[in-house]
């Protein structure tokens, strides 16, 4: 029996440390490994076992609990995807062995998470976040932040999803990672979404999408598309919103993602079918053209579409140059000291925003151009901000006039 068990040890920690890893799902190899792994699990919870093994390796109890925990983990991790429920009675036995571990929270809160177990998730993953905190584990603590904030979506506890969204986003931009800083952006759109802060949500996902773009990532593109596609029709600007479907179908399709390509192509024919009606002449209209005009042709419809760039250019480039803005502004308030080229900066960011339809985050521009011109004596700045002001809410007005 001890010889199986020193095997089962050797095999075990193998297994754990990543030497035979737990992904390759189909390996024989990985497969007996979990057998041996499995045979020295039970060997360190057996009584008679436990003696002989003290003896013979000269082990302490507390090493052997701490052991023991990380035969569990090791089990839990190749459990995963494959038994649910053993991965969770493994987990939860790992977490009691050795509580100071985060990694086994998480995954412990994920299977949670995945068996529809919100309470019992909702306290792993906060024991999870505290234990990577408390060991400085940022780039783990950043992946919990994540999960954990899907979570509290999910059960429409939306401040709160949104104070670990920020938080995650924190992380993200501390990491200067474009993965994390993407999936943490895209969260943050998804929870502005949620709580109906249209504005806000479009800030954050045009900020993913330029990360995903500059990453060369077509799969989060086309995720990042795919939200703009939807927020867009949920503001009735359907020529908008099938530019951004198209363009997501076509990056999923690339990408061979097929989750976002299967969603890309029912929206489309949802927002198609409303292009539909819009062209058709009514008295009343629920569309995103005004009631009072004559209904645009397909062939006119087309058109515009061409011409905003359906291929992605015009996107591109507006996109391109709102990232540029934003990185001048940045630096500009980093330097100090040049409040006219500041407040010309922000003036022109404002106007990028508005033309997005970003109103919120326009008017914070003009405002801080505004104020910057006003305590440097820009007399031209502080003409431009006040009439920059008085544009957006009259350009506001009028689109909310036509959307009644």
Known sequence: MIRVMVWSLVVCVALYGGILRAEAAQSDLITAAA?????????SVDEGDQAQMLALFEVKPSALLRFRAKLARGLGRFFFTRD?????GLLRNAVKWDPLHAEAWWRLARLQMQLGRSQEADQAFKRAVATARYLGHSSL?????????????????????????????SLARQQEQPTSLFDALYLMGKIK??????ERAEFYLFQALGTAKRADSQQNMAKALLRLGLLAKRHRDYLRARTYLQRAEALARSCGDKSVLNSSIIELDKVRRN???ASQPTAKRSSAFSPSKAPPSRAAVDRVLDRSGAAGTYLDAELADFHRLRQRVEGLRAQGGKDKQLAQALVRLGRLEQKFELWGSAKSRYQEALSVAQQSGYLDGIEVGQKAL????????ARQRRHR
């Open 84 to 88: 649910a429920t053993a991965a969770m």
């Open 390 to 397: 008085i544009a957006l809410d009259k350009r506001r007005e």
């Open 275 to 277: 292009l539909d009606r």
């Open 193 to 198: 979404m949620a709580q109906s802060d249209l």
């Open 141 to 169: 603590q950043f992946n919990i932040l994540g999960y954990y904030g899907l979570l509290l979506l999910n059960l429409d506890r939306l401040a709160e999803a949104e104070s670990i969204g920020e938080q995650a986003l």
């Open 35 to 43: 057998a041996k792994a499995a045979q020295a699990y039970s060997a």
